[in-house]
């Protein structure tokens, strides 16, 4: 991996244009140039190799984790896999998916939304410390306190779900069917250290669980068993099981 991205940065350096920046690459590189002269810099390589590894593992860990939540779950409730698609041939067709497509399609949001409620892949967070002496429902807290601020404590509250213990996409939709926006959904966590990835996430997970239930009808072997217990992981994966992906013709 480490070799894979300094590789990938000798190649951009040779090429590196500063007036046709193309990444965050491209701009760290130009940042190290005009701080060339400073010591210390921050933006020397072994900075930007930490950058794009944290980045790469930040991102693919967690949203192919979410996503096999995700295949699971649609293996588990058949019927809730046939109201996404559904929704995808209505509103997408044969047309390959879009971002704009998801505010026309607010069931699929929600079912996205309940496999990232329901799958809780960071339970405990980051661990974080308070920057000032804190109050907090009595308790007193002195700066530095060591904090495990816990996801699942939210996303598994009944006072904001319904049924938290269940996968219940119900969670995020009004009465008529409209997606309904939950305060209480905090599978990114919340305040100034919450995932920088959140929008990018969002989106990845949109395009690749409607690209694959446009496409596929994702099936349990036959007489298999589904279970929902979640192993152990990095991130809270869920216990492989075998998958059928049926072709929808
Ligand atoms: C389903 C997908 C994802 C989930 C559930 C998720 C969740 C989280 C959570 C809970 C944190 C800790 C926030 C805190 O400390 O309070 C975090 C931090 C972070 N995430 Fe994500 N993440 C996802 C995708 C991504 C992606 C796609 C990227 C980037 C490409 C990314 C990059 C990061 C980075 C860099 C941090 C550290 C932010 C900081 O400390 O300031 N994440 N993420």
Redesign the pocket.
């Known amino acids: 991996m480490r070799q894979f991205v300094t590789g990938t940065f000798t190649k951009y350096k040779d090429q590196l244009d500063a007036n046709d920046q193309r990444n965050l690459i491209d701009a760290f590189f130009i940042k190290q140039q005009e701080e060339k002269s400073k010591s210390p810099t921050y933006f020397h390589d072994k900075n930007l190799t930490a950058v794009i590894t ?2 790469f593992s ?2 693919m860990e ?2 192919s984790t ?1 996503l096999r939540w995700g295949l699971l779950l649609m293996m588990k409730y058949p019927e809730i896999q046939k109201d996404v698609q559904k929704e995808i041939d209505k509103v997408i067709g044969c047309a390959v998916p879009q971002t704009e497509h998801r505010k026309e399609m607010p069931y699929t949001d929600a079912v996205i939304h309940e496999i ?1 409620r329901f799958g809780n ?2 339970p405990s ?2 661990p ?1 410390a308070t920057t000032q002496d804190v109050t907090f429902k009595g308790y007193f807290l002195p700066k530095g306190t060591y904090v495990i ?1 816990l ?1 699942t404590s939210i996303l598994r509250d009944e006072d904001h779900f319904e049924k938290p213990d269940e996968f219940y996409p119900q969670h995020f939709l009004d009465s008529k069917g409209n997606f309904l926006k939950k305060e209480a959904f905090l ?5 100034k ?6 929008n ?2 969002k989106m ?2 949109f395009l690749f669980f409607t690209r694959l239930l446009q496409n596929f009808t994702f099936q349990a072997p036959h007489g298999a068993k589904l279970d929902l217990t979640p192993a152990v992981g990095f991130t809270t994966p869920p216990m492989s099981h075998d998958m059928c992906a049926v072709p929808r013709t």
């Not at 599978?187 to 305040?191: C, E, H, N, Q, V």
């Open positions: 944290n980045l930040a991102g967690t949203t979410t990232q892949i960071v967070n980051i974080h601020p996801l599978p990114f966590s919340a305040g250290r919450s995932c920088v990835g959140e990018l996430a990845e997970l």
